[in-house]
């Protein structure tokens, strides 16, 4: 009986621009936010951005939608911000080294970023877009958040939207907490709370009752302070999230 030769396994050549573009399909896991802490310990909190269902996300610090757009980026995701301060995003364009060629900033409301799949996800950011300085008026917040409503609707799609750092929010950003299915806070400010506790259908007295400390901060291991957050989920509990930043990401201050 003769020797056979051991088959080889098949290549694909690829080009190197293509490799350069490859993602890892890891969306499903989940966007890590940060972790929560019990008597029983720490555990991470992290929150399903890309499903077959779109995602709708607020937050009320640019920051936190830099953080979330990178950490999307990781996920495989391409990223479309519309902004009316284009260069509060420039910072992650520059942390985001060969992903830059996945994120597009344009004054203005983004229109999406092509087709989304499970392996190519799109996060879409609505950034400031009603300016009142800008755009007054109710009437034309609504125009504004129907046309990137629209953008980010199908599958695989998640819109994050980032109101202003003021005490109250503007129309555009009530109506994104009217359609929002969780928020993440930043700013402990009495008025900016009772909105978006309005906003998700949640009880003010609640969320007040878990509001850290001003300036809480918590040493983390390895990544630095990690700043105290509340989480409103749509109909749920209110969960304080400590948000610590990776060395990369506290370049982008």
């Not at 951005?49 to 009320?60: E, H, N």
């Not at 109101?163 to 299915?181: F, I, N």
């Not at 302070?225 to 209110?238: E, I, S, Y």
């Amino acid at each position: 009986m003769s020797a056979r030769a051991p088959l080889e396994a098949p290549v694909f050549p690829a080009t190197p621009e293509a490799m350069a573009r490859a993602v890892v399909p890891t969306a499903a896991g989940g966007l890590l936010l940060g972790t929560t802490r019990s008597e029983s310990g720490s555990a991470p909190v992290a929150i399903s951005a890309f499903s077959w269902t779109p995602t709708r996300l607020v937050v009320d610090d640019v920051e936190l939608g830099r953080i979330i757009a990178l950490r999307a980026l990781a996920l495989g995701a391409r990223v479309a911000v519309g902004t009316t301060r284009p260069a509060a995003w420039q910072p992650l364009v520059r942390v985001a080294g060969e992903a830059a060629h996945r994120i597009t900033v344009g004054e203005g409301i983004s229109r999406g970023s092509g087709l989304a799949s499970a392996q190519s996800p799109v996060l879409l950011v609505r950034d400031r877009i009603s300016d009142p300085r800008r755009v007054p008026g109710a009437r034309q917040a609504q125009n504004d958040l129907i046309a990137v409503e629209a953008a980010a609707a199908g599958p695989w799609r998640c819109l994050v939207t980032v109101t202003r750092s003021v005490s109250a929010v503007d129309p555009a950003a009530s109506l994104a907490l009217g359609r929002a299915h969780v928020a993440l806070l930043a700013n402990g400010s009495t008025p900016l709370l009772e909105a978006f506790c309005d906003g998700l259908g949640l009880d003010p007295a609640a969320a007040r009752r878990m509001l850290p400390e001003p300036a809480a901060a918590v040493a983390g291991q390895d990544e630095g302070p990690a700043h105290t957050h509340l989480l409103l989920a749509r109909r749920g509990p209110v969960t304080r999230v400590q948000v610590a930043p990776t060395e990369i990401e506290r370049r982008m201050r």
